[in-house]
């Protein structure tokens, strides 16, 4: 009897505990496609005029309107008066943020309108630093140094924009940085000079722009015409 008891309640919970387990692989299911879902795209074209949002709010639209290069968007913002310098929860200025992706327009219109090349992030990275670390264009680094962008700036780690450029083997932006008058002998707090750095990445076209003397020489087969032609 107390066998038939004990097999009865086996049953029993053993029934119970797969239709828990299966309501509970549903819900995980669920929760798993809701994590995996496309955010919601309303949330880059919300109206910024609204007087629900914060002022945080309306600088972190402003900052991702530069970010995407929207610069319609972002002069509508500078319009309706929002502070141009101040940085988003991304801790970047709207400036720092257009150098970034390398949108020439919306660089100039902030710098027409004011933008202080000379706002860093937490870390110290200037507009001009960014732009040399991602490769901007030469239009974007003399844009930057025509307004003020001071071109031996260094960062919470003591790089350079030179430095920068050096060591991602960026060489327009190291020659335009040499030929604005960087100074290749500052050094970062680790003790490396753009130089330095460059030649323990073996960059060599780098390191010949830095210090011609330190070039490596052509090798001769290098220039030779090969015997097909």
Known sequence: MKSLKFNAMKILLSTRFSSFAAVLSVLMLAGCAQTASKPDSTAKTADTSSDSLSQQDRVSFFVNHARN?????????????????QRDA???TALIAAVS??????????????????????????????AAYFGGSDEMLNLLLDHGAEINAQNDRGLTAL???????????????LARGADRNIA?????????????????????????????????????????H
């Open 163 to 177: 430095y920068l450029a050096s060591v991602t083997g960026h060489e327009p932006q190291v020659k335009l940085l």
């Open 188 to 228: 970062s707090k680790a003790g490396y000079t753009p130089l330095v750095a460059a030649k323990m990445k073996t960059l060599d076209t780098i390191v010949a722009l830095l210090d011609p003397s330190a070039a490596k020489p052509a090798s001769p087969s290098a220039s030779a015409p090969s015997a097909s």
């Open 101 to 130: 992706h390398n949108y020439v327009q919306c660089v100039r219109l902030l710098l027409d309108k004011g933008a202080d090349t000379k706002v860093t992030d937490n870390a110290g990275w200037t507009p001009l630093i960014f």
């Open 69 to 85: 290069g929207e610069c319609d968007d972002v002069a509508k913002g500078i319009s309706a008066g929002i502070p141009i310098n």
């Open 90 to 92: 991304l801790d970047q």
